[in-house]
């Protein structure tokens, strides 16, 4: 069992949920609210990860990021740091990978509130900020909690990308899902399996707070 | 409120100000998020725990044992990554952290070194050998000749035959060397699977999944690697010579070099010998 290789994956978990669910908010929200020409394409756009094989964007993560790019250079004169083959570059392949993750649920849960309740909040002189604050973030709950979940547990199981932009770096890119990759190779099926179960039984659970999640609201929630 | 359809939960919801929760774990994370991200930071900053190495497959067990010695001899701990030499090759070009690389092919660390990414030429630590790998119930002789291989691939009767990507692994390279001199190449070709590295390839070679496969013969030494499979060492005239070369990188650490050092030391060297590498100046 590669407790350092847990921890790392549960820290770049955190870290993707933390960046995604504010961002998905205000995504999810303005898409959910707004009619404008390129709508389908923009939607599409944030869906892209859903299809796109991992080892497609890793490519072009390590085209448009590694060491010798201007984004590169950039964050490395800023931050002394390279943005492969570290965490802060897992960090932003995840954050890219987990888009839909993060957006769809919290879009069809900004859906969900009826118009009417939206009037009512603008009438009673809330505004837009006050109204998400006060009032919508409330009634997405269960949208909220769905988006944290499935980008959490996704992060843990991200392989592809992981490997070919943070190599397999102890303590710094070597998550749980390379660590199980790297048991096998190393004839340790014994640890390999240990881990693998630690995953699933996570991924059971995970998914079964979503499927909750979704229930209640379909019974409960708005528009119901 | 007319005009207005609530439902009962909903009501609930904002009557009871039930979001207070909510937003008191979102201003938390808030909060928490970037303090945990600065300490992270931090942390990295100051080094993680030992200078980190990339290890050629081949060297899976023996430089775990090496690395086992050096902390018996007072040294700190390492962080060892094993893959393929040509992957490292690209990453340390690509600015991978790496302080000291052993490559199972010398060329990969000539090449390095020509495009400035290293301290110097490093030195020569051993000649690696190939192994002919044969898991239990398999049809293929254990001849490390490769005879038996050449006849069973030109009868048909391989299914499956692994090997390290020859692509980018020195070891898979030399197996397509020593399956083409024995003229079993062509025929063997598409019943190849292809290890990620020679570490996959002795995975597979020994799961039973396949016929048996080449791969390096310091992985057939180990006893964990082995498991029920049995091995033959193949001749060193059916290919190149594996010339391992390591070298450290020009972010070597003063921990990087005692590690360099240590794995240098007469007692080291017979520790690679061990694991079946010829040694330079033998």
Redesign the interface.
Known sequence: MDTAALLLSVKLAAATVLILLPAGVLIARFLATHEFPLKPFVEALFALPLVLPPTVLGYYLLVALGADTLPGRWYEWLTGRTLVFTFDGLLVASVIFNLPFAIQPLQRAFEAIPEDVLHAAACCGLTSPQSLWRIELPLIGAGLLTAGVLTFAHTLGEFGVVLMVGGSIPGETKTIAIAIYDRVQGFDMTGAGLMSLLLLVFSIVAIGVTFVASNRRRRHGPGA | ?P?????A??VR??EG???SA??RT?VW??VL?PL??AA?AQK??GD??GP?IAAA?DL?FALDDLAASFRRDGGGPV?I???SSGNFRR?IA????FELFLSADESYVRALEREGRLADGGVLYGIGRLALVVPPGSSLAVDGSLAGVAAAARDGRIRRFAIANPEHAPYGRAAQEALTAVGAWVTLRPRLVLGE?V??A??FATSGSTDGGIVALSLALAP??L?TATYAAVPEALHRPLAQRMALTRRASPEARAFYEHLQRPASRQVLKRYGFALPGE
Do not use: I, K
């Open positions: 409120m005009g207005l359809r609530f439902t939960a909903e919801r904002l100000r039930p979001g909510l937003r979102v994370l808030l998020g945990a991200g992270h990295v900053g993680g725990a980190l497959s899976r962080r990554v094993y893959g990453q690509e600015g991978a952290p590295n570490a996959q002795m995975q964990g690697a498991g």
